[in-house]
């Protein structure tokens, strides 16, 4: 990338009509351009090793597991099969070739796939985008097949598309609520069981049928073990039940077994969309449901969960209470009737499939935001999820709709994730934090969809960091106040009003700052290109400003513009029109009013801050002014009475001449006590009262039967490969290593070790049955040991 | 549309490097030599830095040591007995984008080659030097080389060598415009390559002697140091070799010494009781002489012959 030289003195008429076109848009007074978008320059370069490091796609390992970027699983995988002694070195190089692929191909096909399915596309493209020599080339397939081989077979890879972000909706919530249901499950099973069992012998028990074989074969002739049980006396055998405790039980049983066969069918995550949407489409479609208004269905639907869940709820401490004989009908009746999910523990909370409503931002504006007002205010744990849509027709001067975040935020007590999926472990971290919260929530995630004129990843990046889709989360439950409640961590460089980066370009050594802004993304727009014109690199000289630098102090004789850079890598710089402008510092404004509320910088605080400081700084500089008055009062008043004082003082010793004392000599000085002991000689330190002895030497080195070499200490002299190469062989760094320690004899090790120059080869005892292990040579072995 | 692949990638498609991508032919030196040891670690070096080998020379004169071009499959010279300087610093004048490793021994290097050797220095071009230095001429079969110690037999001196032994060390150390001076022994791999590669990273003249084991015709000359770490003094310092805490436990006899304190790593060169290695000097800010002599290179035909009648017209009566 380089900058064009400077141009000419610049043409009057040409700076007349550039500002018209600024102030007024009319451009036919400038020369023409071709149109198409521009490309903005600072989309070079963002797709760095850094970025896929925390991006897309994702890999998730197995059941419960949370998502990993892929290069970092990848690294992490290649930099275990590393230390397992593996060489994967050279593919571990190429890991970010690899996740770039793996993305690519995702974003074109399925969005979600296993592990083993990407990696095999991937390999398809794999190592033939790498330049290698022949030889290079087969080492290199050799190591992509051998970490292909240690990586997961059940791992899951969520690239960018379509369904991330209804994956990663649901992954969250089923991590959540599959344990808490399962757990509750568990519990309703041994109840029922308890139950059963309890009703089995109240049975046998008026029935008589444990009598009849306590009485055996010869008194049943005579004896009727009904009436025996019946004439025995209560404290003797199990104490039955009253008729009415009898129902309760048997109908809380019931009640238990319904629930037990009926959530077999029910699946942890209920996802309810509209009729016909395709968003959710990779989802299980025993968890979806479609609707015409799926909003007010998910409230009924949970409404019916919530009574069903009530009578559970009873029976099962219906069933506590009488396995415990301590069920009470007076008191706990009443108790029952009035019992309900509000006064269930956490966990029986979460045992409830969780309801996820799916939509897209046009979706949930077409059923109305009254719906969406229902659920936020309803106090259900309704979770509705929106794809927004973020693409370079959506940036326009018209604006965009209000987003939906925004609305939601105004229901103070519902959870608000706004997310991108540029940013998926901020999502997934959201995700995961609304999974574990009883409250409605509301999650507005930036979908870019197409694929031109900008990849989708990286028109995601773009729009992330120039602050046109920022991420931010209000969590009621994180606190009361807003500093505890709201943040806008998960964007890049937050304290800064705008990002920026440096570029470096041939002709200007310290790079050229570009910022991301809005306008960086109306270049791309169709709808604002009439508002951009680019200009002759022989103009430059024209008065012109950088937006974002013009927005600071705001000179009205200059013109702004944003950077776009050609097809050959020079930068052009573009004007813009006062409608851009405004529009960009719309954008400014919302995000500086989002770092306000996130408490990342508040103007409020600032002023609030520097009134303090002042304040304070006043204080001190009157002390100090007051300081200095009262002692240059105090030095005049001791000027003035020193020369009377002395006076006094000489006249006072003259006439008292006589009588004065003589000088007393002076004391000797008495080292104080502390000083004594500072400078007596140092104490030898005690011996401890019971110094423990060293350990004794471990009785026998445990020293490894099998032979080693120290392959980081080998000078690579040949000596070795000379004497056996089957045994000794070079690995990737070119240093020896035992191959293979039975392909040669006892003698052949250490005569090795004899002739290795850097003795890094240990010989280790001679295998049973060698007959080359002579006492002679075992002595001559203890050297290499 | 933008001339930008859909996969926003300018880059060309990135190359790898494997170890094999620098093995030339099968090394004939004797087996147990030291020379293995550097070529093994100059190879690795050339691996972990990717330095690709059409982008890479290594320049020899003559003697055991300098058959090291044949060995590494990079573009190589294998020059004249003493000239590989000469030859090195003419590379490094017309192809300043080449990496240069010089491979020459102490008899290549301090005797015949010695006044190449001085200038060299003074020059300060970027480039590698390995002196790998075992006292003795071993391709001719044992004669007393200028780095022979007093009272050594050979050949030549079936009664011992009469002289003292020049220091290569002090020697370069004591010439103008030195930049980078470090000492390291063949028997430790990792401390050879760590000290190549703050070579190969110093922008200048980085001279390195490599003391080095000749099994064959010097057999035990530096058993001292190899069995008595103690005899061997490590120089460690925030600007010097970084080496890994392994090898830190090997040479038990460790120095902080900053690089850029020549009058110390003048001292440090002279001492006779403990072998010092490590980086002794380095002087970032020397002269280049490569980066003066590279002016013009970027000039077409066209612009060098305008140039030079301009030149030229300025003696026009």
Redo the contacts between chains.
């Keep these: 990338m380089r900058v064009p030289p400077a141009g000419n003195a610049p043409d009057p008429s040409l700076v007349a009509a550039v500002r018209l076109f600024h102030a007024a848009g009319r451009s036919q007074d400038l020369p023409p351009e071709a149109d198409g978008p521009l490309m903005p320059a600072v989309a070079l370069g963002l797709m760095d090793a850094e970025h896929w490091r925390a991006s897309l796609p994702l890999v998730v390992a197995g059941p419960g597991q949370e998502p990993v970027p892929m290069l970092r699983f990848l690294e992490a995988a290649a930099d275990a099969a590393i230390k397992a002694g593996h060489s994967v070195g050279g593919v571990r190089q190429m890991l970010t070739l690899v996740t770039r692929a793996a993305g690519e191909w995702l974003t074109g096909n399925n969005t979600a796939a296993t592990l083993p399915q990407v990696m095999d596309q991937v390999s398809r493209v794999f190592p033939g985008q790498v330049d290698t020599t022949s030889k290079g080339a087969v080492k290199l397939r050799d190591e992509w097949n051998t970490l292909r081989g240690t990586l997961p077979v059940d791992a899951r890879v969520i690239g960018l598309g379509d369904e991330t972000l209804p994956l990663l909706a649901l992954l969250a919530e089923q991590d959540r609520h599959r344990p808490a249901r399962q757990a509750f499950l568990q519990e309703v099973r041994s109840l029922a069981r308890s139950l059963s069992d309890l009703l089995r012998a109240e049975r046998a028990r008026n029935g008589g049928d444990q009598a009849a074989p306590s009485l055996g074969a010869l008194a049943a002739d005579f004896v009727d073990p009904k009436a025996f049980a019946a004439a025995q006396p209560a404290a003797r055998g199990p104490v039955g039940m009253d008729p009415a405790q009898r129902s309760r039980v048997e109908k809380a049983l019931q009640r238990l077994e319904e629930h037990l066969a009926a959530q077999e069918k029910v699946p942890d995550v209920m996802v309810l969309r509209v009729q016909g949407s395709t968003l959710g489409a990779s989802l299980p479609q025993s968890c979806v449901q479609d609707h015409a208004r799926p909003l007010a269905a998910a409230q009924k639907l949970y409404d019916d969960l919530v009574t069903k869940a009530n009578e559970v709820l009873r029976a099962t401490r219906l069933a506590r209470l009488a396995l415990a004989g301590q069920y009470e009908p007076g008191r706990h009746d009443v108790l029952m009737e009035q019992l309900d999910l509000s006064t269930a523990t956490s966990g029986e909370r979460f045992a409830l499939p969780a309801i996820v409503v799916l939509e897209t931002g046009e979706q949930v504006r077409a059923e109305g935001l009254d719906a969406l007002a229902g659920v936020l205010t309803g106090q259900r744990p309704i979770h509705v999820i929106v794809s927004e849509a973020c693409n370079p027709e959506d940036i326009h001067p018209a604006g965009r709709p209000g987003s939906l975040a925004d609305v939601a935020l105004a229901y103070r007590e519902t959870f608000v994730l706004a997310g991108t999926v540029a940013n998926p472990q901020h999502l997934d971290a959201g995700l995961r934090t609304l999974a574990s919260r009883l409250r409605p929530g509301v999650v507005v995630v930036a979908v870019p969809k197409t694929q031109a004129p900008l990849p989708a990843a990286l028109w995601a990046r773009l729009a992330w960091e120039a602050r046109v889709t920022p991420c931010f989360r209000h969590d009621p439950d994180a606190g009361d106040t807003w500093a505890q409640r709201f943040d806008v961590e998960g964007n890049p460089a937050p304290e800064q009003a705008v990002l920026s980066r440096t570029h470096k370009v041939d002709g200007a050594p310290a790079g050229v700052e570009l910022p991301a802004s809005y306008a960086a993304l109306a270049l791309l727009s169709p709808a604002w290109r009439k508002h951009l014109r680019v200009l002759p690199e022989l103009q430059w000289d024209v008065e012109l400003v950088e937006f974002h630098q013009g927005m600071v102090n705001r000179d009205e004789r200059r013109v702004p513009f944003t950077w776009a850079v050609q097809d050959n890598g020079t930068l052009q710089r573009v004007v813009m029109s006062n409608a851009l402008c405004v529009a960009c510092q719309e954008r400014v404004q919302a995000w500086r009013l989002l770092r306000e509320l996130g408490g990342v910088e508040n103007s409020h605080a600032k002023r609030a801050v520097e009134a303090a400081l002042a304040g304070a700084r006043q204080e001190s500089e009157q002390g100090r002014k007051a300081d200095q008055q009262a002692h240059a009062v105090e030095l005049e008043a001791l000027r003035q009475n020193a020369a009377s004082d002395t006076l006094d003082r000489l006249v006072a010793v003259l006439l008292n001449m006589e009588s004065m004392p003589a000088p007393a000599p002076s004391a000797p000085r008495v080292e104080a006590p502390a000083a004594k002991a500072a400078t007596a000689a140092p104490v030898a330190p005690a011996t401890p009262a019971a110094s423990p002895t060293p350990p004794p030497p471990a009785a026998a080195a445990a020293v490894s039967e099998d032979p080693y070499t120290d392959s980081a200490l080998c000078t690579t002299c040949n000596e070795c490969t000379h004497i056996n190469g089957r045994m000794f062989k070079y690995n990737a760094n070119k240093q020896a290593y035992i191959a293979d320690a039975t392909a040669g004899t006892y003698a052949e090790l250490v005569k090795a070790a004899e002739k290795c120059p850097s003795r890094c080869i240990h010989v280790g005892t001679p295998r049973a049955g060698d007959t080359t292990a002579t006492p002679e040579l075992l002595t001559r072995a203890k050297a290499f040991m | 549309?933008?001339?930008?692949k859909?996969?926003?990638?300018?880059e060309?498609?990135?190359?790898?490097?494997?170890?094999?991508?620098y093995?030339g032919a099968l090394?004939r030196w004797c087996?147990?030599?030291?020379d293995?040891?550097v070529?093994?670690s100059l190879?690795?070096l050339m691996r972990d830095e990717q330095l690709p080998p059409e982008k890479t020379v290594v320049v020899s004169g003559i003697g055991c040591s300098s058959r090291f071009p044949h060995y590494v499959s990079t573009y190589g010279f294998h020059g004249l007995h003493g000239r590989a300087f000469p030859v090195a610093c003419g590379v490094r004048s017309r192809r300043p984008d080449l990496n240069i490793f010089v491979a020459t021994g102490d008899g290549d290097c301090c005797a015949i080659g010695a006044g190449h050797w001085l200038h060299a220095i003074r020059y300060n071009m970027k480039m590698t030097v390995m002196l790998l230095d075992n006292n003795i001429y071993g391709l001719t079969k044992k004669q007393t080389s200028p780095t022979s110690r007093p009272g050594q037999k050979s050949n030549t001196h079936p009664r011992g060598n009469p002289l003292p032994a020049l220091d290569p060390v002090r020697a370069t150390l004591g010439i103008t415009n030195v930049s980078f001076v470090a000492q390291t022994v063949?028997?430790?791999?990792?401390h050879v390559y760590a000290t190549l590669q703050a070579a190969h990273r110093h922008n200048g003249f980085a001279f390195v002697r490599i003391i080095q084991?000749c099994?064959h015709f010097m057999d035990h000359a530096f058993d001292e140091f190899m069995r008595g770490p103690d005899k061997v003094l490590m120089l460690t310092h925030e600007n010097g070799v970084q080496v890994d805490d392994?090898i830190k436990r090997l040479f038990r006899n460790t120095m902080s010494h900053d690089p850029a304190n020549y009058d110390e790593a003048m001292d440090i060169a002279a001492r006779t009781d403990v072998l010092p290695i490590g980086l002794l000097y380095q002087n970032k800010d020397a002269v280049r002489y490569d980066q003066i002599t590279a002016a013009g290179m970027e000039m077409t035909s066209a612009e060098k012959l305008a140039a030079m009648n301009k030149e030229l017209d300025r003696f026009l009566i």
Excluded at chain 2, 6 to 10: G, I, K, M, V
Excluded at chain 2, 186 to 190: E, M, R, V
């Design positions: 549309m933008f001339g930008l859909t996969d926003w990638a300018l060309p498609r990135p190359r790898l490097f494997y170890i094999d991508d093995e090394p087996a147990g030599c030291g293995h040891a070529l093994g190879q690795r063949d028997w430790n791999p990792l084991r099994p392994s």
